[in-house]
């Protein structure tokens, strides 16, 4: 009889075991669930500017780069319209520039000009234009792309420019056939300071159909800091299987490409207004190495606001806790200048939510975490914008942007403006 009742207590306390050790499972298992579920919905608390600013100031590691306390004020130099659209001719509309300082100091601008209509999907041409006195006065256009007469969306689409300055030279890279079952990943360069241009080659192979993306209009990266010193980054969004954002990395001058950090979409197919689809993507490099991506809100999620991104380790990641949105930067969604210079970071964009209109340059005395008011470049209809300024010029910035009051593509100008240093800046 001991015997028994020793095997039954002994039952009993194995049933507890197991009992508890089910409920352990069933812990665990719920809270694996819930990461993956916060990974893919991205949760309140990982797109909330002022929760990620307190994480970053907790980081010994990921912390922002100490900025100078000096203020700076704008004043336009010169403003000069390099195209003009609504004219009778072969080309008809100009859109979406961007703009680059070349390896000997001199300024490049490329635009799409749109045979047929205003829409993405026809025919165009890439249109160049070179200063070499400053912006002052501009060459006549030269054509580097021509997609002829082609059909209805089997056409090219304006990219991402930028410079390896240790090859001294320049890169265009741009998609072909966008809305295509199968999409082509085309990159182009110059190497003799912007003046003629190679053939197109295709590079889809090298990051793969997956990653095949629309580079973002604005300018690529040269890393000048470690992790990845002397990679070049370009941030791409969409995809020809869904929607989403992904950065491209070159550690041999360009010559071979490959896909660093991906963040998709949620979900990643039939996006509808409201969901998380991060889009047109503007990368800048912080003194401590990290890369700072400024990024089209494209379905509104949460506000009419710009999505931050941030990478530590030259693209390869973007941490979610790294994810926020800034509502100080509103858009009307759209993609946006962003520069970095000498501790005050610029940013150009509409100051408006709904509209494309009201052109503002507002500027940043701690890496984006507070902005100043700015000041109004263009009171009228105004789209997308990009900066840049030249190496041996500390003094100027150049800002070339859509206008107009018509429409806000009526014209494509470059303002050339002077940064002047104060005592004092206004945080907002």
């Known amino acids: 009889m001991t015997d028994i009742k020793q095997a039954s207590a002994m039952l009993k306390w194995l049933r507890v075991v197991l009992r508890v050790l089910l409920v352990i499972m069933v812990l665990m298992t719920g809270r694996l669930l819930y990461s993956r579920v916060s990974y893919s919905t991205l949760t309140k608390r990982q797109m909330d500017l002022h929760n990620d600013a307190q994480t970053a100031q907790g980081s010994s590691v990921q912390r922002s780069p100490r900025s100078s306390n000096a203020g700076v004020s704008l004043s336009v130099v010169h403003d000069i319209v390099l195209w003009t659209s609504h004219r009778r001719g072969e080309v008809g509309i100009f859109r ?32 160049v234009k070179r200063s070499t006195d400053g912006g002052a006065t501009w060459s006549p256009s030269q054509w580097i792309v021509d997609d002829g007469m082609s059909r209805f969306k089997r056409c090219s689409y304006i990219g991402t420019i ?28 110059s190497t003799d300071d912007g003046i003629t241009w190679g053939r197109p080659r295709n590079i889809t192979d090298q990051v793969g159909k997956e990653h095949a993306t629309h580079p973002s209009p604005g300018y690529g990266i040269q890393k000048k800091h470690d992790p990845a010193k002397g990679r070049l980054i370009v941030c791409g969004h969409g995809f020809h299987d869904g929607k989403g954002l992904v950065l491209l990395l070159s550690d041999d001058h360009g010559v071979t490409w490959r896909h660093g950090a991906f963040v998709p979409s949620v ?37 009419n606001c710009k999505m931050i991104m941030r990478s530590f380790d030259g693209g390869e990641t973007l941490p979610r806790q790294y994810m926020l949105l800034d509502r100080t930067l509103i858009e009307p969604r759209i993609t946006s200048g962003v520069w970095l210079h000498n501790g005050t970071m610029f940013y150009s964009g509409p100051n408006t939510r709904l509209k494309r209109s009201k052109l503002y340059i507002r500027w940043s005395h701690d890496f984006g975490r507070t902005w100043t008011s700015g000041t109004e470049i263009w009171g009228d209809l105004a789209g997308y914008s990009t900066f840049t300024m030249l190496p041996q ?9 859509e206008r107009g009051t018509t429409e806000y593509f009526d014209e494509i100008a470059v303002t050339k403006l002077k940064i002047s240093s104060s005592t004092t800046h206004d945080p907002r």
Not at 267 to 281: A, T, V, W
Request: charged letters at 20%; proline letters at 8%.
């Open 267 to 303: 979900p990643f197919l039939n996006i509808q207004k409201g969901h998380f689809d991060p889009d047109e993507c503007q990368p800048v490099e912080f003194p401590d190495g990290s890369v700072h991506i400024v990024v089209r809100n494209q379905m509104v999620y949460k506000c």
């Open 393 to 401: 010029d500390n003094d100027h910035i150049y800002m070339l942007y």
């Open 96 to 127: 979406v520039p961007v703009l680059t300082y070349t390896p000997k100091g001199n300024l490049v601008a490329i635009t799409e000009g749109r045979r047929k209509s205003k829409s993405d999907e026809n025919p165009k041409v890439f249109a």
């Open 162 to 189: 930028f410079v390896d300055d240790t090859t001294a030279t320049i890169f265009l890279m741009y998609v072909f056939c966008e809305f295509c079952p199968t999409r082509s990943l085309m990159l182009m360069n």
